[in-house]
């Protein structure tokens, strides 16, 4: 096995070795469950391991995970300026919990001079480009440098998670991209919380499903798809994150 990522490949230049590699790694944790793929990340790719939390319940299930196996791993959340004071305050409850300390990545413009520059809240008109500017710009500038990134998300959430591997080449920012809990199920998440009293966002109990920033989640309907509170009315279901493009899914 490689043991680590070379230049080329952290410049974004995958090569035919590195595919066979990626592929390599999924079939050797063909079965593994999420403890043993975050310790084979931890493994393989500490101190150039990263994670990336929204403090979702399926993040949180992570980070309980991470504060067993590495608790050193660095977290951090993109902290937009529209998240909810309920998400805020779940990251001091982690940390007085954990001794984990998430690490707030920021876009580098305020709120008010990211509205007074575009004439008002540009998620009401313009959400894919709010979310390009105070999420994706930040990310790529948090990975830089790093091999590899957790993910919390779900195969069953989305069609672009559905075609995602638990070990990924992600092209969009350039690293290896892990998925402990790709082939979780709602209720694998909820029972876990429950077993270990994992903290967990209160407005989960509030009918919200799936929480992202304030002005752009509703709660949704007892029968409605988690996600139809995120971008309500629109048929926009993801932020950009996990978007796939050229050369990921199958994990290549």
Known sequence: MLSKIPAPVRDG???SSWKEQVEQWNQSLQGANAQEILQFAVSEFMPRLTMATA???EGCCIIHMLAEIDPSVRIFNLDTGYQFAETLELRERIKRRYGIEVEYVRAESTIAEYEAEHGGPLYRHRADQCCHDRKIVPLKRAV???DAWISAIRADQTPDRAKAAKIAWDAKFRLVKVNPLLDWTKKD???YIMKHDIPYNPLHDLGYPSIG???CTQP?????DDR???WQGTVKKECGLHVLEHSEGSGI
């Open 13 to 15: 230049l995958l090569t």
């Open 55 to 57: 403090f979702g319940a």
């Open 144 to 146: 830089a440098g790093y």
């Open 189 to 191: 998440v909820w029972s």
């Open 213 to 215: 920033c304030a002005p």
């Open 220 to 224: 949704v309907a007892q029968g409605q």
């Open 228 to 230: 139809a509170g995120r």
